[in-house]
């Protein structure tokens, strides 16, 4: 009776918590289940898989004696929870248990039809795709988003199994005698299969050679007009003709969205096939459906033509054939025609003459069922999403004309309509722009829409929890925070009366108290939110939803009772709101209890990343402190020492992280807090045992060196690079030669030029930086040439300072020599500047020369070379003279360490021992004066 209820009432029928129940019952009475038992338990189980998977290996275990052993019937009511949740790695391992370890065995268990067929069920959808409804009017003037890497691959590996599990049944049935002959569920399993990857794959893509290479037999049309996915579906229709298995309307249905996106002769070759058949070509169903793919497309010339064709056999459209043609006209571009369609199809004469004059479409009116109430909503929302707002003000009077009351689907209908066009149109400002930057003018308008699909959810009695998640989210988008909250609240209050009418007695097999589509969607819905108080820097609305989230989730794990709850149920409404957005907080953390779990609903990594970028454009400096606390134990979790992981899936968690610390430290640097900014990067680098960003240790430098603080940049580089190096390509050279660039520029901006040159002189010292000085002593022409190349000013600055300290002063202290070489400096012509042949490093380099040197030095160009600068001997002679009597011992040491770089001598340790003598010196003139001339009482 438990199973049938749960077939008859999928969405109010508690199956699963009433099956577990009555298992335990069965223990407390020692009543042994038997293997039908079993496996009426399982097939209650719904989209509970990770239970259904418990009792199967409890059934499994050798070690009790309470289960009986499963058989395949109880595999394949596993396998089938397994599908309904789109799991279908969990259904693989089960046929694969069934196909390897089982048969080894000998225990009598063998696959059958209904498991493979099971199986590929499992592989009809992604496991990310469970919740989404496919309503075709929301996609109506839409554009599809591109899948993603992650998206493809899955859909290629979905497609690539469901054909090699058909190899698999003919290679069972004719090697082991199996019963697993292919019927008409195992082929519509397989072409629904294509139809759901069609988006993913293209035509064009390479996976279909390998495919063909892998099961030619499935490719048997060689047309080369027909795409290799054309020749896969009409070679399957032709088996399923050959075995003598019957198409149903499914087998029709699925072929057509499998071909669609080819276009209007795909569909048509497809529409041939089932024309054929009286019980299909005489209903209007199919036609519908190729009607509905050609209206994704656009295309209303198709339409015209499939119509035809429709009216030729004796078929009749119906309601969805009207649902069609308006969707199609909204995609197509034709939306400013929808009032003149409508009004023509109630007979009016005038508006069906000018349908055919002026907007060139013509249909049979006289053929069209009465219209509905449905199909003006209908024709609204299609308006409003193509910002046709006039045309859909003229459908609202025709059905105020016609006394036609708005009913709640058509104020849903609007309602998501004008929730999509607001999140679309903020979404897109503020991706493009800064919030400050956006046109007022499209902020008004997309905020506009947003406080329209507020006002009117408000008129609904009971709105959808899809329809409260959508205005959520544009209102969020477009700074309504204060409705934004309150529809969030009403969401959590729905989740949380339906987990108090699904509490459990006995968590035994580890029962999920919702669903896990519903608590996916809400999570991504509570990342959204968070994520437009980032983008507008939000800080005051970002904690308090991050507070709501917090409470939601402690109810949640604790069971605490909701007030205020709505009546709606949540789970079987509730819609993931952004689908193709990939989760990026799948962080698993060795069961931290600080850390929020894969499952939980409270804040997770992306979230507290939001919050903090809302902290740091606020300048709540103080915010961003608390929430990196947060973050610890997630960044923790990543420490090598601490994670049993292999390294690359180590360091991709802790990429996700480090934008949590790099928007802190511009937090810090807008407040110039360079005590916290210090003690922030010690505690990162003590969390991770990593290097840290390079973006949070630039702002760091910048913070030290505005506050004159030269010694603490030096002491911070150094720190930065002692942990080791986790990941060669992102962390190895270029991480060092980027903190060395940055540090040297800080210091330089801040006026610290002497500090900025140690600096320089410890990344050549260690082979970091390079620098290029040849010698020219001999001959006509004798000079020095330094280039310049792929430098930054500040470095450039270093570079000249440094080469003349070397050269010149190692060359001449001791024999006071006159000097007579030139200096020549290769700046570079400006090919690679943001302005083509407008150079930034040579009138740097000059202005360099003559402001910041005493004496200054004079530069002339080099004939034949506008990359390069000379500076004249008697400049440098000059230079030198003034040089020997300011730098002294300083300049002996730097040159002594800069020439003899081969031998691995560390600058460091050359200034550490020029300290050292120089105290020595010091302390013996500080002896002799005390000595000559004693101190008084």
């Known amino acids: 009776l438990n199973a049938r209820a749960q077939e008859a009432f999928p969405k109010e029928h508690q199956g699963p918590e009433l099956a577990l129940q009555l298992l335990q019952v069965m223990q407390e009475h020692e009543i042994r289940p038997d293997v039908q038992t079993c496996t009426l338990i399982l097939s209650c189980m719904g989209r509970e898989w990770k239970v259904a998977l418990n009792v199967l290996d409890a059934m499994k275990d050798d070690d009790q004696d309470f289960y009986p052993s499963p058989n395949h019937y109880a595999y394949a009511a596993a396998a089938s929870s397994c599908a309904k949740a789109r799991e279908y790695n969990a259904a693989m391992e089960l046929l694969q248990e069934i196909r390897v370890t089982v048969t080894t065995n000998n225990t009598g268990v063998e696959a059958n039809t209904v498991v493979y067929n099971i199986v590929l069920q499992s592989l009809q959808d992604s496991s990310n795709s469970i919740g989404r409804r496919s309503d075709l009017l929301l996609r109506a003037g839409r554009k599809k988003k591109r899948a993603g890497k992650k998206q493809k691959e899955d859909a290629v590996y979905r497609l690539d199994t469901a054909l090699e599990l058909l190899t698999w049944m003919e290679q069972d049935e004719s090697e082991r005698g199996w019963s697993t002959c292919p019927d008409r569920v195992t082929y519509n399993a397989l072409l629904t299969v294509i139809a759901n990857t069609a988006q993913a794959i293209t035509p064009t893509a390479s996976v279909w050679d390998e495919l063909e290479q892998r099961f030619p037999n499935l490719f048997a049309y060689r047309l080369t007009e027909w795409t290799r996915r054309e020749r896969l579906v009409h070679t ?39 024309m054929k058949e009286p019980q299909f070509s005489r209903k209007p169903d199919l036609f519908n459906t190729a009607l509905s793919v050609l209206a994704d497309l656009g295309d209303i010339d198709g339409i015209q033509l499939l119509l035809g064709r429709m009216l030729k056999t004796g078929c009749r459209p119906d309601s969805r054939t009207i649902t069609a043609i308006i969707r199609a006209m909204g995609n197509g571009g034709k939306a400013s025609s929808l009032p003149v369609f409508l009004l023509a199809l109630t007979g009016n004469a005038d508006a069906a003459h000018h349908l055919f004059e002026f907007h060139n479409l013509q249909f049979d ?44 689907s058509a104020l849903e ?58 205005t959520a989210k ?94 709606a149920i949540f789970s079987s409404e509730f819609v993931d709101t952004e689908e193709d957005e990939e989760d990026s907080s799948g962080i698993v953390f060795n069961g931290s209890p600080s850390v929020a779990s894969e499952h939980s609903l409270g804040m997770k990594v992306p979230e507290w990343i939001s919050l903090l970028i809302a902290a740091s454009k606020s300048g709540q400096w103080k915010v961003c402190l608390t929430t990196l606390q947060f973050l610890r134990p997630y960044v923790e979790a990543t420490h090598l020492q ?116 140690d600096i320089f002189v410890d990344a050549v010292a260690s082979g970091t930086l390079p620098f290029n000085l040849e010698k020219q002593t001999y001959g006509i022409e004798r000079r020095f040439t330094l280039d310049l190349h792929g430098m930054n000013v500040a470095v450039a600055n270093s570079a000249v300072r440094v080469a003349l300290q070397q050269e010149v002063l190692s060359a001449s202290y001791d024999t006071r020599d006159v ?40 530069t002339t160009s080099v004939p034949g070379n506008m990359g390069a600068l000379r500076v004249p001997a008697d400049d440098v002679s000059e230079w030198l003279s003034h040089q020997r009597q300011q730098k002294g011992a300083r300049m002996l040491t730097v040159a002594a360490v800069l020439k003899n770089l081969s031998s691995g001598n560390s600058l460091r340790a050359a200034f550490a021992r020029a300290r050292s003598r120089t105290m020595e010196q010091n302390d013996t003139s500080t002896d002799q004066d005390e000595s000559s001339h004693p101190s008084s009482p």
Request: proline letters at 4%; a neutral charge; glycine letters at 6%.
């Open 819 to 858: 000097w007579d070489n030139d200096v020549v400096i290769v700046t570079g012509r400006g090919t690679k500047s943001a302005l083509q042949m407008r150079p930034v490093l040579r009138p740097e380099v000059q202005r360099m020369l003559t402001e910041e040197f005493y004496p200054p030095l004079s």
């Open 474 to 567: 544009s209102c969020a988008a477009n700074g309504l925070f204060g409705h934004a909250q309150e529809l969030l609240r009403r969401i959590h209050n729905r989740m949380l009366k339906e987990v108090a009418g699904r509490m459990l007695s006995d968590a035994q097999f580890g029962l999920e108290r919702s669903s896990e589509a519903s608590r996916r969607a809400l999570s991504k819905l509570h990342r959204s939110m968070m994520r437009y108080c980032a983008l507008q820097g939000n800080v005051t609305a970002a904690m308090s939803i991050t507070e709501d989230i917090e409470q939601f989730s402690r109810r949640m794990t604790w069971g605490l009772p909701s007030e205020g709850a709505d009546d």
């Open 236 to 274: 399957l229709l032709d088996q399923m003709e050959e075995s003598e298995v019957e198409c149903d309307q499914n087998s029709y249905k699925q072929s057509l969205l499998a071909v669609g996106s080819g276009g209007l002769i795909p569909v048509v070759q497809v529409v041939g096939r089932f």
């Open 365 to 408: 009116l006289k053929a069209f069922p009465p219209l509905a109430p449905k199909h003006y909503s209908e024709a609204i929302a299609v308006s409003l999403i193509a910002s046709d707002f006039g045309n859909a003000r003229r459908i609202l009077l025709q059905m105020q004309d016609k006394n036609i009351e708005s009913s709640d």
């Open 642 to 757: 601490n994670d049993g992981r292999r390294t690359e899936k180590s360091n991709d968690d802790y990429k996700k992280l480090t934008p949590g610390l790099t928007y802190a430290m511009q937090c810090m640097e807008l407040r110039s807090h360079y005590a916290w900014t210090i003690r922030t990067i010690d505690d990162w680098i003590q969390w991770s045992g990593r290097r840290p960003p390079r973006e949070a240790v630039n702002s760091a430098f910048r913070i030290l060196a505005k506050r004159g603080r030269s010694d603490e940049v030096h002491s911070l580089l150094t720190r930065c690079l002692h942990p080791p190096i986790s990941d060669e390509e992102t962390d190895g050279t270029m991480y060092e030669l980027s903190l060395f660039v940055s540090a040297i520029t800080a210091l330089h901006k801040a006026g610290l030029y002497n500090e900025a040159d």
């Open 413 to 470: 209908a609007i309602g998501r309509s004008y929730a999509l066009i607001a999140t679309d149109s903020a979404t897109f400002g503020k991706k493009k722009l800064d919030a400050e930057q956006a046109s007022p003018v499209g902020q008004d308008s997309s905020r506009a829409r947003a406080e329209s699909a507020y006002s009117v959810l408000c008129r609904i009695d009971k709105p959808s929890t899809y329809l409260l998640s959508l």
